[in-house]
Nanobody
Framework: QVQLVESGGGLEQAGGSLRLSCAAS????????MGWFRQAPGKEREFVAT????????YSADFVKGRFTISRDNAKNTVYLQMNSLKSEDTAVYYC?????????????????WGQGTQVTVSS
């Protein structure tokens, strides 16, 4: 069974940086696409970034381009979300997700597995 465990969240000041990690286990991840989503209080879960495990192609939401970078470490079966220039509106629970296949995906309904989430709070 695929398991995803996020870490790295916390409290950061506006303008600061955080790096989230998602440790994946229980699958052959060369055949997977990984994604990061976030959900703020009272809002829908929204797409942040996605990466194809094989080859490393990525796609990010417009609101994080130039600030957030998704990457992966094949040897560690870990996906990262480097978040720079944080803003108060980035405050949310951040979730890691995985889907079988090779197509990058931006819809939460396209993902098969989810982590438990990690809280990111940005103070202004």
């Amino acid at each position: 069974q695929v398991q995803l465990v996020e870490s790295g969240g916390g409290l950061e000041q506006a303008g600061g940086s955080l790096r989230l990690s998602c440790a994946a286990s229980g699958g052959t991840f060369s055949n997977y696409v990984m994604g990061w989503f976030r959900q703020a209080p009272g809002k829908e879960r929204e797409f942040v970034a996605t990466i194809r495990w094989s080859g490393g192609s990525t796609y990010s939401a417009d609101f994080v381009k130039g600030r957030f970078t998704i990457s992966r470490d094949n040897a560690k079966n870990t996906v990262y979300l480097q978040m720079n220039s944080l803003k108060s509106e980035d405050t949310a629970v951040y979730y890691c997700a995985a889907r079988r296949g090779f197509n990058l995906a931006t819809s939460k309904g396209e993902y098969d597995y989810w982590g438990q989430g990690t809280q990111v709070t940005v103070s202004s």
